[in-house]
């Protein structure tokens, strides 16, 4: 056996072990966050939950594809499902941000204060950037666009932690219970079109840099 293909199976063995942890840590993190919604009736904390639910399913996502990563023949055609299945976790993310912040300012809802969702928040903006920072590592190394894609749900998980921190923030200390859907809307068409490229099977052009 060639110390390339040694290298790669360790590098395999790595990517599942993030993989499991990110999906223990988003089944915490989606438990923990829908909770804390309920009770302090935010809208903003449980589309977080949901956000984590859909981080879940990539994690599996990936797993499926470095499942298949001896198989080169079968490496190829898994990349390309696992590349639109993410798409479709972005696409649905992005949808229901959007009618979760117009819903919530048009019914004027206005959330209770959460301290158990700022140290979510919190502890979602420490945990996030060491996965995104470790997946974008592996996605270069393995050259997988799925990868890369599951970085970036990593990274807008990054954003609506800014988000949702900011928005709980400003409710708690402002009453300004309408910011963090403000700032939600403007996010989703970024995150839907990152989806529809996905889908679509395109290549962004830092992911080609990176991978290639």
């Excluded at 969702?117 to 666009?145: D, F, H, N």
């Amino acid at each position: 056996m060639s110390e390339q293909v040694i290298e790669r199976d360790e590098l395999i063995r790595y990517a599942r072990r993030l993989e499991y942890f990110t999906i223990f840590y988003n089944s915490l993190e989606g438990l923990f966050s829908i909770g804390a919604g309920l009770l302090a009736g935010s809208i903003s904390l449980v589309g977080f939950g949901f956000d984590s639910l859909i981080e879940l399913t990539s994690g599996a996502v990936i797993l499926w594809r470095l499942g298949a990563d001896h198989d080169t023949a079968r490496r190829e055609v898994v990349e390309k499902q696992s590349l639109k299945l993410i798409g479709i976790c972005f696409v649905l993310l992005a949808g229901y941000i959007l009618y979760d912040s117009i819903s919530s300012l048009y019914y004027r809802r206005e959330p209770q204060e959460s301290i158990l969702g700022i140290a979510i928040a919190i502890a979602s903006l420490i945990v996030m950037p060491l996965l995104a920072r470790a997946k974008r590592r592996l996605a270069t190394q393995l050259s997988s666009q799925a990868i890369f894609a599951d970085a970036r749900q990593c990274e807008f998980c990054i954003y609506l932690s800014v988000i949702l921190l900011t928005g709980l923030l400003l409710n708690a200390l402002f009453g300004w219970w309408w910011a963090d859907s403000v700032a939600a809307i403007c996010m989703s068409p970024i995150i839907l079109r990152e989806g529809i490229e996905a889908i679509r099977g395109k290549k962004c052009n830092e992911c080609n840099s990176h991978c290639h």
